[in-house]
């Protein structure tokens, strides 16, 4: 008759004990917190893109918006609080570390703070600038008064 040889030895541990998986698993979900803050600011350009084009899709929804309820829509922007508000919809937060300017017609401006830019029923708007920056570089998203066309540019400060 033959025998079965041990595969495992006898003496020794094997595998991990419950205190070591909970440091592991801990040590992990700190990473994952941390991690993403970091990479967005060792990145900052892509923050700044990614807010340009959700600044310009906020645009776009607000003119579709107008189009297809058949009334004026406004689309509130607050450069104090970095946030636009489309009211029935959604708040857009802006990074704070990104400048944020808007170049409006006089009359759509509610204090030095706040303004809005308007959506008309045929596709036509009152126009406006929004411009994103960090330093001498960013975005500017433009609204055309006459088509309501939201244009997405880079920009380069003076």
């Not at 020794?12 to 803050?37: D, K, N, R, Y």
């Not at 107008?66 to 689309?75: D, N, V």
């Not at 636009?84 to 006089?106: E, F, H, I, M, N």
């Amino acid at each position: 008759m033959f025998s079965v040889p041990r595969l495992l030895p006898v003496s020794g541990q094997h595998g991990f004990t419950l205190v070591e998986l909970l440091v592991v698993m801990a040590i992990a979900a700190l990473m994952m917190t941390a991690v993403p803050s970091l990479f967005s600011a060792s990145f900052p350009g892509l923050e700044m893109k990614s807010a340009a084009r959700q600044t310009a899709a906020i645009l776009r929804l607000a003119r579709e918006s107008a189009i297809r309820q058949g009334a004026e829509t406004e689309l509130l922007v607050d450069l104090d609080a970095h946030r636009l508000d489309l009211r029935g919809y959604r708040s857009l937060k802006l990074p704070k570390r990104l400048t944020v300017q808007l170049d409006a017609a006089s009359r759509e401006m509610l204090d030095d703070q706040r303004g809005v830019i308007r959506f008309f029923p045929d596709g036509s708007s009152t126009g406006g600038r929004i411009l994103l920056a960090n330093g001498d570089h960013g975005f500017q998203i433009g609204v055309i008064w006459l088509t309501g066309r939201i244009d997405l540019a880079t920009w380069e400060g003076p």
